[in-house]
């Protein structure tokens, strides 16, 4: 099992723009079976050794993973702890706070960078990130600056470039001085995603593993537009939760099951001129 590289996030936040992918209901095993067949070229380029580090969901299902997320807590190495995090919220006692972990006295992440100096942008995904709904708002209010559109959900057949677009738009206006925290929440394998593979009449193990190839196409794209600015990048990129395609009769995710608490996680730096 590849490890991502320690990191001293007091030396990267300010440094640095930020970068993360949230690769909404990707499986774990999915994931490291595309990469290790080349499948996924992009994401093989930059993983750590070219491989996927399997960790575990704080959660089972989108909205509730990404509040732990935003409060800094990253899905966690499978082995035993306590293990240092990128991210903390300053409270007493936490023992996965070390001297590389980046402290802020906020009751977020997003809000915490946002007092950093960083302008933070939010361009969602699936349906928790909305604004059709009181509940849809929540995760985006945290942002100073979040988009969504019919185009980037779950039923769009291609919903990165429409999000790509809008970030193209992002990085261009945001003053060149002042870092960048880009959130992106990618939904292609999020079901309904047999359109992800021809022919294909309903949702399968295959169209998932397809979405995530339709994904890996794009990255190229989305790294260039990260380090556009001139800034190297920290890059955080995992799924939230897997999902069953029948496993042991279950089906879906928000459910304890093995399949859908282990997600594909990676961190890595983004060079300027790389991409």
């Known amino acids: 099992m590849t490890v991502s590289a320690p ?9 640095h723009d930020l970068l993360f992918v949230t690769l909404d209901t990707l499986r774990h095993d999915v994931a490291a079976e595309l ?23 704080p959660a089972s299902f989108t909205y509730a993973a990404h509040h732990a997320f ?24 936490s023992e996965s706070t070390t001297d590389g972990t980046w402290v802020f006295d906020a009751p977020d992440l997003v809000t915490g960078l946002s007092r950093a100096g960083y302008h933070t942008v939010c361009l969602g995904g699936v349906g928790f990130f909305n604004r059709r709904s009181a509940l849809g708002s929540v995760l985006p209010d945290l942002f100073a600056e979040d988009h969504w559109r019919p185009e980037f959900g779950v039923t769009s057949p291609d919903p990165l470039t429409a999000q790509l677009d809008e970030l193209e738009r992002v990085v261009a206006d945001t003053a060149p001085g002042r870092p960048l925290f880009t959130f992106l929440n990618v939904a292609a394998m999020h079901q309904p995603n047999r359109h992800h593979l021809p022919g294909a009449l309903e949702d399968t193990r295959d169209s998932h593993a397809a979405a995530l190839a339709y994904v890996d196409g794009h990255l190229a794209r989305l790294f260039a537009l990260a380090t556009r600015r001139g800034r190297p990048c920290l890059a955080i990129l995992c799924s939230d939760h897997g999902t069953a395609y029948g496993e042991d009769g279950h089906h879906g995710h928000r459910l304890g099951h093995e399949i859908v608490w282990t997600v594909p996680y990676a961190h890595f730096t983004l060079r300027p001129g790389d991409w």
């Open 35 to 57: 990469a290790a067949a080349g499948r996924t070229p992009t994401l093989s380029r930059v993983l750590p050794g070219g491989r996927w580090e399997p960790r575990h969901s």
């Open 7 to 15: 990191v001293d996030m007091n030396a990267v936040v300010g440094t």
């Open 70 to 93: 935003f409060a800094g807590f990253l899905p966690t190495p499978t082995g035993p702890g306590p293990h240092p995090r990128l991210f903390a919220a300053a409270f007493p006692g």
